[in-house]
């Protein structure tokens, strides 16, 4: 099977790239380290975890007429129906022609196909429905809003196709912000991403990042090395199941995810010309009917800030919009023809 090698993505200066292929072996800690989430005398028994947490993680493996690529999943009940497979949307979104084939591996070797019920590109989340998913166990759901730095994690996955793999570590930093490179040009945004002291390992990607209790407190995705160096540099992220869960209810439910939208199209503004536009992002077009345009802003407008943070390139937007609520009131500062003005932009869902 052809493996794909994971993207790269420069997402810090000093480290140079982040790795979208797969996460997160998470290295080093033995079993007697706290949870300083729970409280002071709970030990995390890493192997007591792994009996809990490994009959719910599956490897999945996705075949199109011209490639393939393996990638992890783990099996969630989002409401009262059949369990599901949350997991990666590049885990899924394997180059080629043809209708993607999936099937899943749970860790007692057993196999089943799998189909895809929805992916979200922007957040990084997709939904699998496996044919005899009522054969595994759904996780525990935990609660990402309680981790603290310090705390120990466990990752469970198939690094390089290796099911049922188990490793450890620390929570390194919460509430991240991951810009992560995707297939045909599309990046992935992780937004108040769980930071571990994780090994980058293609194929984690989709598995289980869990707390002591063995309870599903994020969705591995990403992780970090040196430009250059495909070896672990104990910088991985999983998305927070806080925020995950919504969306993966809401592609089981629909197939897709409504964002929130500001109805713009940015550009960049050549960095010769930054200093005369009044900044270094400009709009490219504003929907038709949409808030940008309600709100009378203008193809040609430089956009500098909106609610406050400040818009230095085009990403900037969708970082914006992923934390905005739909139906608040948004100021947008812009500049047109050399003067500055401030528009009210009331968000909408795409």
């Given at each position: 099977?052809?493996?794909?090698?994971?993207?790269?993505?420069?997402?810090?200066?000093?480290?140079?790239?982040?790795?979208?292929?797969?996460?997160?072996?998470?290295?080093?800690?033995?079993?007697?380290?706290?949870?300083?989430?729970?409280?002071?005398?709970?030990?995390?028994?890493?192997?007591?975890?792994?009996?809990?947490?490994?009959?719910?993680?599956?490897?999945?493996?996705?075949?199109?007429?011209?490639?393939?690529?393996?990638?992890?999943?783990?099996?969630?009940?989002?409401?009262?129906?059949?369990?599901?497979?949350?997991?990666?949307?590049?885990?899924?979104?394997?180059?080629?022609?043809?209708?993607?084939?999936?099937?899943?591996?749970?860790?007692?070797?057993?196999?089943?196909?799998?189909?895809?019920d929805g992916v979200d590109k922007t957040t990084d989340?997709?939904?699998?429905?496996?044919?005899?998913?009522?054969?595994?166990?759904?996780?525990?759901?935990?609660?990402?809003?309680?981790?603290?730095?310090?705390?120990?994690?466990?990752?469970?996955?198939?690094?390089?196709?290796?099911?049922?793999?188990?490793?450890?570590?620390?929570?390194?930093?919460?509430?991240?912000?991951?810009?992560?490179?995707?297939?045909?040009?599309?990046?992935?945004?992780?937004?108040?991403?769980?930071?571990?002291?994780?090994?980058?390992?293609?194929?984690?990607?989709?598995?289980?990042?869990?707390?002591?209790?063995?309870?599903?407190?994020?969705?591995?995705?990403?992780?970090?090395?040196p430009a250059g160096d495909g070896g672990s540099s104990?910088?991985?992220?999983?998305?927070?199941?806080?925020?995950?869960?919504?969306?993966?209810?809401?592609?089981?439910?629909?197939?897709?995810?409504?964002?929130?939208?500001?109805?713009?199209?940015?550009?960049?503004?050549?960095?010769?010309?930054?200093?005369?536009?009044?900044?270094?992002?400009?709009?490219?077009?504003?929907?038709?009917?949409?808030?940008?345009?309600?709100?009378?802003?203008?193809?040609?407008?430089?956009?500098?800030?909106?609610?406050?943070?400040?818009?230095?390139?085009?990403?900037?937007?969708?970082?914006?919009?992923?934390?905005?609520?739909?139906?608040?009131?948004?100021?947008?500062?812009?500049?047109?023809?050399?003067?500055?003005?401030?528009?009210?932009?009331?968000?909408?869902?795409?």
């Amino acid at each position: 099977m052809d493996r794909r090698t994971p993207a790269v993505l420069g997402v810090v200066g000093v480290l140079g790239g982040v790795v979208g292929g797969g996460v997160v072996g998470l290295v080093g800690w033995g079993s007697d380290w706290g949870n300083g989430g729970s409280s002071a005398s709970h030990i995390c028994d890493v192997e007591s975890v792994a009996t809990d947490a490994l009959p719910s993680v599956v490897t999945v493996a996705v075949h199109t007429q011209s490639g393939g690529g393996t990638g992890s999943g783990v099996v969630v009940r989002l409401g009262s129906g059949s369990p599901v497979i949350a997991t990666n949307a590049h885990v899924v979104a394997v180059p080629g022609r043809g209708k993607p084939q999936v099937q899943v591996t749970y860790a007692d070797g057993h196999t089943s196909s799998a189909r895809i019920d929805g992916v979200d590109k922007t957040t990084d989340l997709a939904v699998l429905s496996p044919s005899d998913s009522d054969n595994a166990p759904a996780i525990a759901i935990g609660d990402s809003g309680a981790l603290r730095v310090g705390n120990p994690v466990v990752a469970l996955g198939a690094p390089l196709g290796l099911s049922s793999t188990v490793t450890s570590g620390i929570v390194s930093a919460t509430g991240r912000y991951v810009r992560v490179p995707g297939s045909n040009g599309v990046a992935h945004h992780l937004i108040g991403a769980v930071q571990t002291d994780a090994a980058i390992n293609p194929g984690n990607s989709g598995g289980a990042l869990v707390d002591c209790d063995a309870q599903l407190v994020g969705i591995n995705a990403a992780g970090a090395s040196p430009a250059g160096d495909g070896g672990s540099s104990g910088l991985g992220f999983a998305i927070p199941i806080a925020l995950a869960k919504p969306l993966l209810q809401e592609l089981a439910t629909h197939g897709r995810v409504s964002h929130p939208t500001l109805g713009l199209l940015l550009a960049e503004v050549p960095r010769a010309m930054q200093a005369s536009a009044g900044g270094s992002v400009t709009v490219q077009a504003v929907e038709s009917g949409g808030p940008a345009a309600v709100a009378g802003i203008r193809a040609g407008d430089v956009i500098v800030d909106v609610d406050g943070q400040a818009v230095h390139e085009p990403e900037d937007l969708t970082q914006i919009e992923l934390g905005a609520t739909v139906g608040a009131h948004v100021p947008v500062t812009v500049v047109r023809n050399g003067s500055k003005q401030t528009l009210q932009l009331t968000v909408a869902s795409s």
